[in-house]
């Protein structure tokens, strides 16, 4: 993939939380010819990377092989290469970020998705039907409704709050672009336009040619059993505005 004469590509990772629109943006990326992002490094099911046995590696091969070994198969002449991480695969390996951080050079693009309950009912449907990615050829049928638990919002809206702020305040704010999910999905040639700065590759005119498809278009009031129950628990504290039910509740996404 590389050229001996050529210097190593440089890295950049894409950190969020889970069901943030992570695997669309990692295919607009790769629809540049200078950047390959190779998917969830730390994920086992990942078919993008060749060495199944790479997690049992200490944590800088581990970076090593994302970054100087360049896995993936691919014509591409790279300058950037990437991979991506959500917050819940630090848990299993608690030495990993800080690791992370030490890497030189690296570019960091979070993504943040403005309700973090989205993000959630999202995660509850792709685990209860086991479908995690939609694509043109798919069915048309939509998810099946979900239950949340007043615990279970509010473990992950402080885990969403937590994770956010450590990489905000760990990574210099110029080696860090912040995404938001709801722009990429509104106005995706001007988050790419900034990414491709942020990256320092050549502009690259935004050709909508993604196969993957929204999973769910309903609101949540249609999508979470128990959504107006939960919204009463959350009403008089600083989660209120997941709850709320309109334009901005409403929106269609991409999980």
């Known amino acids: 993939m590389t050229d001996s004469h050529m210097p190593p590509p440089a890295p950049f990772v894409i950190l969020a939380m889970p069901r943030t629109g992570t695997h669309y943006l990692e295919e607009l990326l790769n629809a540049h010819p200078n950047v390959l ?4 490094l730390l994920n086992p099911y990942a078919t993008t990377w060749l060495d199944k046995h790479r997690l049992l590696r200490s944590d800088r091969e581990l970076l090593e092989l994302a970054y100087s070994c360049c896995p993936a198969q691919s ?3 790279a300058t950037h290469v990437g991979c991506k991480v959500n917050e ?8 990993f970020f800080a690791e992370l951080t030490r890497w030189p050079g690296l570019r960091v693009i ?3 998705r403005e309700n973090t309950l ?5 995660l509850v449907q792709a685990r209860q039907t086991r479908q995690w990615l939609k ?3 798919d069915n048309d049928a939509p998810p099946p409704q979900v239950r949340l638990s007043t615990a279970d919002c509010e473990a992950y809206f402080k885990a969403a709050d937590d994770f956010h702020a450590r990489v905000a305040r760990s990574f210099t704010k110029s080696n860090m672009l912040e995404i938001e999910y709801e722009c990429l999905l509104r106005e995706p040639a ?3 336009a900034a990414i491709w700065d942020f990256l320092g590759v050549p502009a690259l005119r935004f050709s909508s040619t993604a196969t993957l498809q929204r999973q769910e278009t309903r609101p949540l009031e249609q999508t979470i059993e128990n959504f107006h129950e939960l919204r009463r628990h ?3 504290g600083p989660y209120a505005r997941f709850f709320d039910v309109g334009e901005r509740g409403t929106a269609v996404a991409i999980d």
């Open 37 to 40: 992002s190779n998917g969830e």
């Open 75 to 77: 014509d591409k002449k």
């Open 88 to 95: 819940p695969q630090f848990h299993d390996r608690p030495g």
């Open 110 to 112: 979070l993504v943040v």
């Open 118 to 122: 989205e993000s959630l009912r999202s």
């Open 135 to 137: 694509f043109r050829s």
């Open 190 to 192: 001007t988050c790419l």
């Open 234 to 236: 959350f009403s008089h």
